[in-house]
């Protein structure tokens, strides 16, 4: 994280921003801990946990969602609407082919990562906000908590400056759970098939 925000001290005028310069992960590694010892490497945990426990719940929820009325759309579009007999069976298809597969996986990932993405932004914003600053920064040595964090957020840009970087934070997610998810099911469907040819 403060590798990725290096360098915009300059041209951000947030005071809060590290000062130290980082030439890589291990220099990075190094500085911190000097700072501000072991636990400055573990700054953010509590609230990392608070953000990626229903971070998780709703991304799964709403994957399974979208990825069921999806496929309702599209049996009901080729069963009822084309009349599809040969793919088709009781109002469901049967056999999708690879490419519809792979494109209903990827688009209710896409789904699921928005739905996730805007209820816990404020969330990962704050955790990251937390773990970008230098001790050094914040005044007098004092470690920030949660609640400072928001508080100076809200006074820079109002509660919309929690949603800051949602759209590229959509778009990483989307990236990451599309590829993670058929691989999944990639791996799944392929282990079912071998199970089946060894039976």
Same mark, same amino acid.
């Given at each position: 994280?403060?590798?990725?925000?290096?360098?915009?001290?300059?041209?951000?005028?947030?005071?809060?921003?590290?000062?130290?310069?980082?030439?890589?992960?291990?220099?990075?590694?190094?500085?911190? %801990?000097?700072?501000?010892?072991?636990?400055?490497?573990?700054?953010?945990? $509590?609230? +990392? !946990? &608070?953000?990626?426990? /229903?971070?998780?719940?709703?991304?799964?929820?709403?994957?399974?969602?979208?990825?069921?009325?999806?496929?309702?759309?599209?049996?009901?579009?080729?069963?009822?609407?084309?009349?599809?007999?040969?793919?088709?069976?009781?109002?469901?298809?049967?056999?999708?082919?690879?490419?519809? %597969?792979?494109?209903?996986?990827?688009?209710?990932?896409?789904?699921?990562? $928005?739905? +996730? !993405? &805007?209820?816990?932004? /404020?969330?990962?914003?704050?955790?990251?906000?937390?773990?970008?600053?230098?001790?050094?920064?914040?005044?007098?040595?004092?470690?920030?908590?949660?609640?400072?964090?928001?508080?100076?957020?809200?006074?820079?840009?109002?509660?919309?400056?929690?949603?800051?970087?949602?759209?590229?934070?959509?778009?990483?997610?989307?990236?990451?759970?599309?590829?993670?998810?058929?691989?999944?099911? &990639?791996?799944?469907?392929?282990?079912?098939?071998?199970?089946?040819?060894?039976?």
């Amino acid at each position: 994280q403060r590798l990725m925000v290096q360098g915009s001290l300059a041209t951000s005028g947030f005071s809060s921003l590290p000062t130290s310069n980082y030439v890589n992960g291990f220099d990075a590694f190094r500085k911190i %801990l000097c700072l501000d010892g072991v636990r400055g490497l573990y700054r953010g945990f $509590g609230i +990392s !946990a &608070l953000t990626y426990a /229903p971070s998780s719940a709703v991304w799964w929820g709403t994957y399974s969602i979208a990825h069921r009325l999806i496929w309702d759309g599209i049996g009901c579009y080729k069963c009822k609407w084309k009349k599809d007999t040969k793919t088709c069976e009781n109002g469901r298809v049967l056999e999708p082919n690879p490419l519809c %597969l792979f494109g209903v996986q990827g688009v209710s990932a896409a789904l699921a990562s $928005g739905a +996730s !993405a &805007l209820m816990t932004m /404020p969330l990962d914003t704050i955790k990251t906000r937390l773990q970008v600053l230098d001790g050094e920064a914040n005044g007098a040595g004092r470690r920030p908590t949660g609640m400072q964090t928001l508080r100076d957020l809200v006074k820079e840009g109002g509660f919309a400056a929690c949603y800051r970087g949602l759209g590229p934070r959509w778009a990483s997610m989307s990236m990451s759970a599309a590829t993670m998810i058929t691989t999944y099911e &990639l791996l799944k469907r392929l282990s079912t098939k071998h199970q089946e040819n060894l039976a």
